[in-house]
């Protein structure tokens, strides 16, 4: 499969946006996300870190429970843990829909594919920045969402790595239309077209929504730069 295949056959994919939550105000969280859900995000993105495989900490499964209690957008896990089958249980009961674990953590992915998909969960598989398109080759056809970190995993308000988008697109020329391919990693309304353009299809932004005075109308105007650029709203003679 050539990459020009790959953007044809995702080329009627609709540009979606996943507010990660990492950069809300935890003092004001309920109101944080019914700010975005009002306001047409599609995923809410949950960033899980245990301070090992990534150096910092986020929160856990009772905060993921109390945020599936007071909204109704599909709650996107993303876990930067070291040993993601031991958790995956516990924050597909709080209520995450998408369990995304890291390739870098497991020599053997495919049977944690299939254990987490047993919980009743999509699944997804995350890469870093310095790790190979092709490291995901094994399992690219069994996931529901491939994940592409333009930062480092950890911290946000990180500067986005142009150099990852040559990933993006090899993955998108690999992905079928029913998958999802998520891009986290200084998203704004100047990256969202690049990320867009290279076929990615879900658009995680934390400081660029969250970070805004007004959170909705900045989650509006990045989904309005990337859908300029898009795979959908390209060239379709290609």
Same mark, same amino acid.
Request: some cysteine.
């Given at each position: 499969?050539?990459?020009?295949?790959?953007?044809?056959?995702?080329?009627?994919?609709?540009?979606?946006?996943?507010?990660?939550?990492?950069?809300?105000?935890?003092?004001?969280?309920?109101?944080?996300?019914?700010?975005?859900?009002?306001?047409?995000?599609?995923?809410?993105?949950?960033?899980?870190?245990?301070?090992?495989?990534?150096?910092?900490?986020?929160?856990?499964?009772?905060?993921?429970?109390?945020?599936?209690?007071?909204?109704?957008?599909?709650?996107?896990?993303?876990?930067?843990?070291?040993?993601?089958?031991?958790? +995956? %249980?516990?924050? &597909?009961? #709080? /209520? $995450?829909?998408?369990?995304?674990?890291?390739?870098?953590?497991?020599?053997?992915?495919? *049977?944690?594919?299939?254990?987490?998909?047993?919980?009743?969960?999509?699944?997804?598989?995350?890469?870093?920045?310095?790790?190979?398109?092709?490291?995901?080759?094994?399992?690219?056809?069994?996931?529901?969402?491939?994940?592409?970190?333009?930062?480092?995993?950890?911290?946000?308000?990180?500067?986005?790595?142009?150099?990852?988008?040559?990933?993006?697109?090899?993955?998108?020329?690999?992905?079928?239309?029913?998958?999802?391919?998520?891009?986290?990693?200084?998203?704004?309304?100047?990256? +969202? %077209?690049?990320? &867009?353009? #290279? /076929? $990615?299809?879900?658009?995680?932004?934390?400081?660029?929504?969250?970070?805004?005075?007004? *959170?909705?109308?900045?989650?509006?105007?990045?989904?309005?730069?990337?859908?300029?650029?898009?795979?959908?709203?390209?060239?379709?003679?290609?």
């Amino acid at each position: 499969m050539t990459l020009d295949s790959g953007k044809v056959m995702r080329s009627h994919k609709t540009i979606r946006i996943a507010p990660s939550l990492l950069a809300a105000d935890f003092g004001h969280l309920a109101e944080e996300i019914a700010i975005v859900e009002q306001a047409g995000a599609d995923w809410l993105h949950l960033d899980i870190m245990d301070g090992h495989f990534v150096p910092n900490l986020s929160f856990g499964v009772p905060v993921v429970r109390s945020i599936a209690r007071c909204t109704q957008l599909f709650l996107d896990a993303h876990l930067m843990i070291e040993d993601p089958l031991r958790y +995956a %249980p516990a924050f &597909a009961d #709080a /209520g $995450a829909k998408n369990i995304t674990f890291h390739i870098e953590t497991t020599d053997n992915p495919r *049977p944690l594919v299939r254990n987490i998909r047993k919980l009743g969960v999509q699944v997804g598989v995350s890469l870093n920045p310095g790790t190979p398109a092709d490291a995901i080759s094994d399992i690219i056809t069994d996931v529901d969402l491939v994940l592409v970190m333009t930062v480092w995993p950890g911290f946000g308000g990180q500067r986005f790595m142009h150099e990852c988008v040559e990933k993006i697109e090899w993955i998108a020329a690999r992905l079928g239309a029913h998958q999802t391919l998520e891009v986290d990693g200084g998203i704004n309304r100047d990256t +969202a %077209p690049i990320v &867009a353009a #290279a /076929g $990615a299809d879900m658009l995680v932004a934390g400081s660029a929504v969250f970070g805004s005075d007004d *959170p909705a109308a900045a989650l509006g105007a990045l989904r309005s730069a990337a859908s300029g650029s898009s795979p959908a709203a390209a060239d379709t003679n290609v």
